[in-house]
């Protein structure tokens, strides 16, 4: 006899915890011939076909609109995930989450270069690993001087400015990018919230209302 598993725990480890989720995925379960109705354990040897019938059948998602949105996007059928880390969009991290919300709005509206002014090093960091290889970023740091022509130039080069305004950033700094050019007025974002997904989403919000 091969080993098997409580099926209950096993859809709880998936994602798909007590009540509606768990009762469709038995549903499913059963109408693919893997289980039958009242059965509590399942053969190791049938997780695997298992796993993907659900897979094929179900978009599990956390609370968050961008990855309720994304679920019922996904031409699946939407169904609460029992916990954030068991969300396949975000992974349960707001950052992650925000990033692809915004990678996504900036491939809608074209906007390939970004500039970030201002945040602390390890912040800039986490943003440009957040990010990925989607965009290209460039960031200035706030507490750096730099020269107004390098400013020019910055908001010449970049399709998208955040200027970041509740972190690292002074005064001198941020008077270089805050009132630019009319032609590049629309592309700068003054952002005064904490924290990349709060940076992010605002980004994405100035990139829905389209340009100005
Ligand atoms: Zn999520």
Redesign the pocket.
Known sequence: MSADVEIDAWLADLGFGAGPSRTAARAALEEADLTRAGRARISMLKLERATAALKARFSL??P?PA?THAARASGRQPLLAVA?AS?P??G?SDNS?AARDFVAACARAGTRRLLVVGGSPSVREELRAALGSALELRCVDGTERRTHERARGDLEWADLVLLWGATELDHKVSAHYARPPTAQRGKVVHVARRGIAALLTAAVEHLRRGPA
């Open positions: 998602h956390c968050s990855c954030k969300c969009h975000c349960g989450r």
